[in-house]
């Protein structure tokens, strides 16, 4: 838990200080915090850097709170937009081990770097209509899917010191 704050303030402090230089403008980049939960399991420390040549999202951990997920053949998560109806995947993932159940316990969710959102989606579409999604695939092969909605917060955004 240290380790993430502290990435996130580091990154934090990153972008504090990109566009310092005076060759032009810089894009501004906003920074999210994401998180969710629902009766089975939450997210939390997901983080979102959106604007700017390189955007990045951090999906955060998964944390359960019931002992339904310790013995599971597979899943698979996605992060999307609802975009008029439309899902909007910003990242996703699956794994399957056929050998042996294995637990979702403080699962990681991973991490991407490119453009987080499609030039389709506005900014107040991600702060507004973002979720989660989980399948699990049991151990006899049957699946149950949960869909979290997320909320975000922006949490920084740099001062545009030329006005």
């Known amino acids: 838990m240290k380790k993430i704050l502290a990435g996130m303030l580091a990154l934090v402090i990153m972008l504090a200080f990109v566009g310092c230089g005076k060759a032009g ?10 998180f969710g939960e629902c009766d089975e399991f939450r997210i939390i420390n997901a983080v979102a850097v959106i604007g700017g ?10 944390e359960l709170k ?3 997920f310790k013995n599971v053949s597979g899943y698979s998560f996605s992060y999307y937009i609802d975009n008029d109806g439309e899902k909007c995947t910003i990242m996703n993932h ?20 490119r453009t987080v959102l499609n030039y389709n989606i506005d900014v107040s579409k991600f702060e507004h209509n973002m979720f989660f999604e989980l399948t699990v695939t049991d151990e006899n092969g049957e699946n149950v899917t949960f869909t979290v909605p997320m909320q ?5 955004e740099p001062i545009d010191t030329e006005k």
């Open 66 to 68: 019931t002992a339904d």
């Open 94 to 113: 699956a794994m399957v081990n056929e050998r042996s159940a294995f637990d979702l316990e403080n699962q990681e969710t991973g991490q991407i770097s």
């Open 152 to 156: 975000v917060k922006q949490v920084f």
């Open 53 to 62: 040549e390189q955007e990045t999202f951090y999906g955060g951990k998964l």
């Open 25 to 34: 403008k810089a894009p501004v980049q906003k920074v999210y915090s994401i």
